[in-house]
């Protein structure tokens, strides 16, 4: 672990054409600069374990070549930018432990490659969308601790290659057969 402290620069996507921006485990506070994918080489944004606050910027859902976004265990809040869910080559996307809101949109359907959805300890709320089912490469779920409402998706049980799905202290129940 590192020692970095204060925010982090505004124009750092601006500075080179990064395609990995990992600084995790430091006492960064402050926004998530906007112009971090502008180059439109972003590959990996992990700014995992900080003090990071606000909004996520809206020109991360628009990052056609992320493929990790993992911002967990920050005080993010405020809604996911529009799209993001459906963002074509993201394999991860770690949000857990920060303040976000509203729900997980049916544009997740898009994701071409998710491997991990870990949205736990959040305040995400609504239901399920049964498009969710689509997102063939999810291997892990972690929907815990947040205000979903609702039934799990019945097509959920059709995912190739499940290993993990949790969804402790929600109100999601088990779809039922009939």
Known sequence: ???LSGPLPEQLGSWAEFDFIGVSE???MGPIPPDMCKRGT???????QNRLSGEIPAIHANCST???FRVSNNLLSGAMPGGIWGSPNLNIIDIAMNQLEDPI???IENA???G???VSKNRLS?????????ADSLVAIDLSYNQFLGIIPSRVGDLKHPTAFTWRICSLAPYQIH
């Open 1 to 3: 672990m590192n020692r």
């Open 26 to 28: 430091n006492f960064l």
């Open 66 to 68: 992320l493929t990790r």
């Open 42 to 48: 972003m590959t990996k944004l992990l700014v995992l």
């Open 105 to 107: 949109t049916s544009d």
């Open 126 to 134: 609504g239901g399920l969308p049964e498009e969710i089912s689509k």
């Open 116 to 118: 991990q959805l870990l």
């Open 112 to 114: 071409k490659s998710p």
